[in-house]
């Protein structure tokens, strides 16, 4: 069974820095790419960034380039996110989700529980 | 950005019911559409992926239809379990973007 299970949220002021991580289990890691989606308090979803199997490959949203990077550990079996220069806009529950492919196709076919980042003074 | 327009934004219906949601892109996605299920506190759950193919496990009460960029969302015989949002995505072009959302209530 596919899971995938979040941690590193919590709460940090504007400007500070956060790291997600997302352990993965039941498939072959390194086979798929991973995103990153996030999901502001009683909005809707956002697609925040994406990284291919090998870990070569990296894609960010507008509204955090520069700002967040993904990585992946293939031994760890672990996706990462770094959130730096945070925003009170960050604020949201982040979900880490596998793609059904190796290249970062953009279907997401099983999703994590989600972590909640909140960003405040 | 490919803008993905939900209608309706909320919709209240009865146990039993069959009920339609479209999603409308700002230009054609090529087939490139998936419809997720989130239910209140939960993750997303995937259901149908290039528009009309079910994903595994999701039952057949579920259906997709609609090409280029105009695409709907079938649900029939609501059960409880059903009232939930609704997402349509699209995986066409970078960046990934989703409708706002749908919301079933029970009526």
């Known amino acids: 069974e596919v899971q995938l299970v979040e941690s590193g949220g919590g709460l940090v002021q504007p400007g500070g820095s956060l790291r997600l991580s997302c352990a993965a289990s039941?498939?072959?890691?390194?086979?798929?790419?991973m995103s990153w989606v996030r999901q502001a308090p009683g909005k809707g979803l956002e697609w925040v960034s994406g990284?291919?199997?090998?870990?070569?490959?990296?894609y960010y949203a507008d509204s955090v380039r520069g700002r967040f990077t993904i990585s992946r550990d293939k031994p760890k079996n672990t996706l990462y996110l770094q959130m730096n220069s945070l925003r009170v806009e960050d604020t949201a529950i982040y979900y880490c989700?596998?793609?059904?492919?190796?290249?970062?196709?953009?279907?997401?076919?099983?999703w994590g529980q989600g972590i909640l980042v909140t960003v405040s003074s | 950005d490919v803008q993905m327009t939900q209608s309706p934004s909320s919709l209240s219906a009865s146990v039993g019911d069959r009920v339609t949601i479209t999603c409308r892109a700002s230009?054609?996605?090529?087939?490139?559409l998936a419809w997720f299920q989130q239910r209140p506190g939960k993750a997303p759950k995937s259901l149908i992926y290039?528009?009309?193919n079910l994903q595994s496990g999701v039952p057949s009460k579920f259906s997709g239809s609609g090409s280029g960029a105009d695409f709907s969302l079938t649900i029939t015989s609501l059960q409880p379990e059903d009232f939930a949002t609704y997402y349509c995505?699209?995986?066409?072009?970078?960046?990934?973007?989703f409708g706002q959302g749908t919301k079933v209530e029970i009526k």
């Open positions: 989700a596998k793609d059904s492919r190796t290249y970062s196709y953009g279907l997401f076919d099983c």
């Open positions: 039941g498939f072959t890691f390194s086979s798929y790419a």
């Open positions: 990284i291919s199997g090998s870990g070569d490959s990296t």
């Open positions: 230009r054609g996605v090529n087939n490139y």
């Open positions: 290039a528009a009309s």
């Open positions: 995505q699209q995986y066409n072009t970078y960046p990934w973007t």
